[in-house]
């Protein structure tokens, strides 16, 4: 299958501290822990079927752009998100303590 990341869905599930995409009834997902200053970024669970076509990305961009809007420090904790920081700098600024 190929995915077009463009048109997924990035459903916030705040209720289970998560952003979501669905792909056939499949979930993927990034799960965090959100205070009052930041939110930690602790895993990243893509759907075998849906690995490797940016879906994980997808989830993180919406993750560090909703730590942005509700300017909070971003704390990457997975390792998948660690690795997507290395990739696009232009939020590192987010990880500094505020």
């Not at 289970?16 to 009834?25: D, L, T």
């Not at 997902?29 to 997808?58: F, W």
């Not at 909703?66 to 590192?92: D, E, G, H, M, W």
Request: charged content about 25%; aromatic content about 8%; some cysteine.
């Amino acid at each position: 299958m190929n995915i077009k990341t463009d048109a997924l869905e990035i459903i916030h599930n705040p209720a289970e501290s998560r952003f979501e995409i669905w792909i056939e009834g499949n979930l993927s997902k990034l799960d965090y822990v959100e205070d009052e200053n930041s939110i930690s970024m602790t895993h990243v669970g893509v759907h075998p079927d849906h690995r490797g076509q940016g879906v994980a990305g997808k989830l993180t961009e919406a993750a560090f752009e909703y730590a942005r809007k509700k300017s909070l420090r971003a704390i990457p904790v997975c390792p998948y998100v660690i690795t997507f920081l290395r990739r696009n700098p232009q939020y590192v600024e987010l990880t500094k303590p505020k």
